[in-house]
């Protein structure tokens, strides 16, 4: 059975950081790329920042570039998401997905596996 557990959201004030994590279980991890999604409140879900098996290659939406980082441990299992300059537009639930491929793609329906989710919250 597949699982992924994000963790480290919170409530952050706008300029902050955070730094999300993703931990898989029950998949060969270091077979996928992974990929970060969010949604805020009343609107569709959106494509944050993506990074292949190897990761060696990224992708990040326009609106988080320079300001957020993609990362993963192969040998633990997780991805992970710095966050920095916080604004409170990036506020929203984010979730970590699997993508069968073996670079991330931007569209959800590219992966097929789902972690919770995590508030993040900015406040201005």
């Known amino acids: 059975q597949v699982q992924l557990v994000e963790s480290g959201g919170g409530l952050v004030q706008a300029g902050g950081s955070l730094r999300l994590s993703c931990t898989a279980a029950?998949?060969?991890?270091?077979?996928?790329?992974m990929g970060w999604f969010r949604q805020a409140p009343g609107k569709e879900r959106e494509f944050v920042a993506g990074i292949s098996l190897s990761g060696r290659t990224t992708r990040y939406a326009d609106s988080v570039k320079g300001r957020f980082a993609i990362s993963r441990d192969n040998a633990k299992n997780t991805v992970y998401l710095q966050m920095a300059r916080l604004k409170p537009e990036d506020t929203g639930v984010y979730s970590c997905?699997?993508?069968?491929?073996?670079?991330?793609?931007?569209?959800?329906?590219?992966?097929?596996?789902w972690g919770q989710g995590a508030q993040v919250t900015v406040s201005s």
């Open positions: 997905a699997r993508d069968r491929a073996s670079v991330p793609g931007v569209r959800p329906v590219e992966y097929d596996y």
């Open positions: 029950g998949l060969m991890f270091s077979t996928y790329s």
